[in-house]
């Protein structure tokens, strides 16, 4: 008995393998992974709060960790910028605050009013 074969339908048989490969590719579009992205500097709330005029620069790297960006111009403002961009919403949040010194203490600190909105923090690495 020989081996029938039955005809693919018209329809199938006419789509060309790129085609196929353009709609796999496009369903498998949402089932990628984005991950959080952290950068800078992240200082909860309760660091802030204690962060306070006549603090010693040791005081302030202690309590805030080393600045984000050291103005190269001008060696008595200290910049910490934290930058966080959630993977699933691509949501963006920025903090941005300055701390000033003068004699070696500080003497200003440009931040934002109210308290800061809190954030996921950042993995630890070997968490």
Same mark, same amino acid.
């Given at each position: 008995?020989?081996?029938? =074969?039955?005809?693919?339908? %018209? %329809? ?21 992974? =984005? ?8 200082? *909860? ?11 010693? %620069?040791?005081?302030? =790297? ?22 966080? $961009? ?6 963006? *949040? *920025? %903090? ?5 010194? *003068? ?7 440009? $931040? ?16």
């Amino acid at each position: 008995m020989a081996h029938l =074969r039955t005809p693919l339908p %018209r %329809r199938l048989s006419a789509c060309p393998p790129v085609a196929l490969a353009v709609v796999c590719a496009a369903l498998m579009t949402g089932c990628v992974y =984005r991950i959080n992205i952290h950068q800078g500097n992240f200082v *909860e709330q309760k660091a802030l709060d204690q962060l306070s005029v006549g603090m010693t %620069r040791s005081q302030v =790297r202690f309590l805030l960790g080393t600045p984000m960006v050291a103005d190269a111009f001008d060696n008595n403002r200290w910049d910490y910028y934290y930058y966080f $961009k959630d993977g699933k919403t691509r949501h963006v *949040e *920025e %903090r941005h605050f300055i701390v000033y010194f *003068e004699d070696d203490k500080v003497s200003k600190i440009d $931040k934002p009013m109210g308290d800061l909105k809190p954030l996921p923090k950042p993995a630890t690495p070997g968490a």
